[in-house]
């Protein structure tokens, strides 16, 4: 049997960097997968959007409802600090437009590799293809069994991750693990998902992206939300920051109506009004081009009214119109379904926040034993906002064990 002070479940951001910050104390991580930390190198596909470079304040609109739980661990450990850590551990990051802070060499396994660094100089011993099954609490510690071993310690770090992405080892285990342990867990589902579309007809642009568009949610007939940003046309439907964001609130059967113009319905139809009495022989996909709307999905929108791309406004009829209005304001997509936690960026749901002590990450039901990363109730949004968040609960987890007598 192996004695440890702190045993980790889970090589992921939020376990190596709790074990960080251990400091001193004799830390064995234990990953199931023969490598520590494959969900961060499928990260920003690839790239590793780490954080967010905005004023802290800022931060706690893109956690949902349960976003105080985040407070003591953002400010305890904030992007800044995030971006100094990478930076005197010799990896300079770079902000994109959006305020995105990636690698400046636009690669996660700098960012792992950083990480496994600071784990050796800390002496943290990282224990591989060591699959959890079972946890037993007893006055003495925690008694940890997995395929190939038994450890044991006085204090226990829970980071297994959520369920997306399951070939990357976040299967759900962490959840056992609490109930076993006395906790609840709030039924977890997939979030940042992209959206699949019924009867959909855009597979041919595929790749294609548009900025900064509204979408309206509706439900029967009741718009019930609306949200805006980037999206993608994907082979099945929809994609990108805007939808991803926003799928947290979308359910099958719903209708997506996206507003291609960027204008009000009223205002576009009183435009091509105007339009075809000023420059009646202009041709529909010439006059649309000032929507700045890609070619390809432009003649798409124009095909779904009937309207031919050379049709001159002025012989543009009334009904046509409205079909036109329709197409570019308020373009419908019915969701077929949200995509499941294969395909998911995160997962939603998880441990109760209400039995962990946000300001130590220690479970208030079990002495010793401590939270850490997506194993919890939190998801943010895209944007960097997932890692900061595991990379702070990591922070606080680590220097409040390093703080503990062994
Ligand atoms: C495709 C994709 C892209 C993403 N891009 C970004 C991005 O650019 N920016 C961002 O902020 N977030 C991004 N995320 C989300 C982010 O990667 C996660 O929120 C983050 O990795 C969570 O860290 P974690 O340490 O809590 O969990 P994980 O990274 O999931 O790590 C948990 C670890 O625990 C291990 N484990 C699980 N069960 C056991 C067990 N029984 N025994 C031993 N080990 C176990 C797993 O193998 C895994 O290594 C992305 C996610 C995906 C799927």
Redesign the pocket.
């Known amino acids: 049997m192996e004695i440890a002070d702190i045993l980790i479940?889970?090589?992921?951001?939020?376990?190596?960097f709790t074990a960080i910050n251990c400091k001193g104390r004799r830390v064995i991580v234990?990953?199931?997968?023969t490598v520590?930390?494959?969900?961060?190198l499928?990260?920003?596909?690839g790239?590793?959007?780490?954080?967010h470079d905005c004023k802290l304040s800022d931060f706690f609109s893109h956690y949902g409802e349960n976003y105080r739980f985040l407070k003591t661990a953002l400010h305890s450990f904030t992007n800044t600090d995030l971006i100094r850590f990478l930076e005197t551990h010799g990896l300079e990051t770079v902000v994109d437009k959006n305020g995105k802070v990636f690698p400046a060499s636009q690669k996660s396994q700098d960012v792992l590799a950083v990480l496994l660094k600071a784990c050796n100089t800390n002496k943290v011993e990282i224990a591989c293809s060591?699959?959890?099954?079972e946890i037993d609490k007893s006055d003495q510690g925690f008694t940890v069994k997995?395929g190939s071993g038994i450890f044991r310690s006085k204090f226990l770090v829970i980071?297994?991750?959520?369920m997306?992405?399951p070939a990357?080892?976040?299967?759900g285990?962490?959840y056992h693990?609490a109930r076993m342990l006395g906790h609840s867990v709030v039924p977890p589902k997939p979030s940042?998902s992209p959206v699949i579309v019924r009867d959909y007809n855009m597979a041919s642009i595929s790749g294609v992206s548009v900025q900064n568009k509204t979408i309206y949610l509706y439900r029967g007939e009741k718009k019930i939300a609306e949200h805006c940003g980037d999206i993608g046309f994907t082979h099945k439907g929809l994609s990108g920051p805007g939808i991803l964001d926003f799928s947290r609130q979308i359910l099958s059967g719903d209708i997506l109506k996206v507003n291609l113009a960027d204008t009000k319905a009223d205002d576009f139809r009183n435009e091509i009004i105007q339009a075809s009495d000023k420059e009646g022989k202009t041709a529909i996909q010439t006059y649309l081009k000032k929507f700045d709307i890609p070619r390809s999905l432009l003649l798409l929108v124009l095909k779904s009214t009937g309207v031919e791309p050379e049709c001159r406004l002025a012989e543009i009829t009334k009904i046509q119109r409205n079909q036109l209005v329709t197409a570019f304001c308020e373009f419908p997509f019915l969701v077929g379904k949200v995509g499941g936690f294969n395909m998911?960026?995160?997962t939603a749901g998880g441990v109760s926040l209400d039995e962990i002590n946000p300001k130590t990450m220690e479970s208030k039901l079990v002495a010793g034993l401590y939270f850490?990363?997506?194993?919890l109730d939190i998801d943010?949004d895209?944007?960097?906002?997932?890692?900061?968040?595991?990379f702070s609960m990591a922070f606080l987890a680590g220097n409040e064990l390093w703080n503990k007598q062994p």
């Open positions: 479940i889970g090589g992921g951001p939020a376990g190596l234990l990953e199931k997968n520590p930390g494959k969900k961060l499928i990260s920003g596909t790239r590793c959007n780490i954080t060591h699959t959890v099954q997995t980071a297994t991750g959520g997306s992405y990357t080892g976040s299967t285990d962490g693990f940042l998911a960026m995160v850490a990363g997506e194993v943010g895209t944007g960097g906002y997932n890692l900061q968040a595991a």
